[in-house]
């Protein structure tokens, strides 16, 4: 990345006057990240380009490479204005891609840029470090006080970064190759066009991950989310019908709610039971948490955050845990009532009309 700093800038109108802008440019793409009462300047500019153009930089000098890009970025230089200054000279960072085994091990954690660094494009380096930072602290300090904890502390904060860091790796891939059509002819984009359509099941998640459902509650969304995800999947250069992947076994299936189900229907889960943990703020200690998550096959509904703070999961009562656990994916819908019933009169515990309420959101028929 090529980066500097401008004084007295024009920026945008009212509200959106601290918002990041992002633009793409033929050889590569822009950040314009306002940041009025900073030292450095009112604003950082950032052009992101790609090792290709080492010898161009080499030759032009840095400078010129990044006033000649400026000038093909027609948005940030109108936002930029007539009347600013540049503040700083341009800086140059590099090979800033990695990532590292795992995140935490045996008498390690690993948090923000020593963890890993994917790309600035979500400007979310700060964020990560300070989250991973809190997530970290509460695993040691879970391990710290029980000791039989320490191997699952250290899983969960490990597993959650792989998760976080693949779904937004996957988001930038979709960025990329989806960005490549507005300049065909530009080495910077066609290098980067490297999604491949079939497997469409990244980009879903990519997307899910981009707007950045609520986090911790992830099946209310599914209704809200699938309409936009096509609105904008229809607008892209492949219309859905062209890349829908026939693999994944649930494709085609519709979500029925629970009490429509009928007493001879095979019900499936919509995702995967799992235990897994949460944060329990006040104790500042890993507190166990049992519910639903998507598989790998389906999209994730999630947010950064969410991941780092181990929100990945819908969880369930003791009603749901129960009911959905008698769902097999072979009995009747009508069998798991019965079944569900029984258990319930053996232990004679809560109220089991709220059962099939709890779960509605959470079963596909089979
Ligand atoms: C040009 C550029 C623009 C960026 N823009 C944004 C942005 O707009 N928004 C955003 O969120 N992120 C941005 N980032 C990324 C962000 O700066 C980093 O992701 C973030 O600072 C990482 O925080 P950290 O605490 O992990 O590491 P750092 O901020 O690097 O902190 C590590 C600290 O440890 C110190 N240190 C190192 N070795 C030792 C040692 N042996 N002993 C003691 N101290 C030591 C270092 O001096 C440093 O102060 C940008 C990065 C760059 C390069």
Redesign the pocket.
């Known amino acids: 990345?090529l980066?500097s700093y401008f004084r007295d800038i024009k920026g945008a109108e009212g509200k959106q006057r601290g918002h990041?802008t992002i633009e793409s440019s033929p050889k590569g793409w822009f950040?314009f990240?306002p940041m009025e009462g900073s030292k450095l300047g009112d604003v950082?500019v950032?052009l992101v380009t790609g090792q290709e153009f080492t010898d161009q930089i080499k030759t032009k000098g840095a400078e010129a490479f990044y006033e000649e890009a400026l000038s093909l970025a027609p948005n940030i230089t109108a936002l930029i204005g007539t009347k600013a200054q540049r503040a700083q000279p341009v800086?140059i960072?590099k090979d800033?891609a990695y990532t590292c085994e795992k995140a935490a091990g045996p008498g390690y954690y690993l948090?923000?840029?020593?963890a890993a660094?994917l790309d600035?494009l979500l400007?979310?380096?700060?964020?990560?470090?300070m989250l991973a930072?809190y997530s970290a602290s509460v695993c040691i300090h879970t391990a710290l006080v029980d000791k039989s904890m320490e191997h699952q502390s250290t899983e969960f904060y490990a597993n959650n970064y792989r998760e976080m860091y693949e779904v937004t790796r996957d988001f930038l891939h979709y960025f990329y190759a989806g960005n490549a059509s507005a300049h065909p002819n530009e080495i910077f984009w066609n290098a980067r066009r490297m999604l491949n359509f079939d497997e469409n099941i990244g980009a879903k998640q990519a997307f899910s991950f981009f707007v950045n459902t609520i986090p911790g509650n992830p099946h209310p969304a599914v209704k809200k989310q699938i309409p936009l995800f096509q609105q904008f999947m229809n607008n892209l250069d492949h219309s859905v019908n062209d890349i829908d992947s026939p693999k994944s076994e649930l494709v085609d299936k519709q979500m029925r709610l629970a009490d429509s189900l009928n007493g001879d229907d095979i019900p499936v889960i919509n995702g995967r039971l799992e235990t897994s943990w949460q944060f329990d703020k006040d104790k500042h200690f890993l507190e166990q948490i049992r519910g639903v998550t998507f598989d790998r096959n389906r999209p994730v509904f999630s947010s950064t955050s969410s991941w780092l703070l181990g929100r990945n999961i819908a969880t369930l009562n003791d009603d749901a845990w129960r009911l959905l656990n008698l769902i097999d994916g072979k009995k009747t819908w009508q069998t798991i009532v019965a079944e569900y019933r029984a258990c319930y009169e053996e232990s004679e515990v809560g109220d089991r009309s709220d059962a099939s309420k709890t779960v509605v959101p959470l079963l596909s028929e089979k």
């Open positions: 990345a980066y990041i950040w990240i950082s950032g800086g960072v800033w948090a923000g840029d020593a660094f600035p400007s979310t380096g700060v964020s990560l470090g930072g």
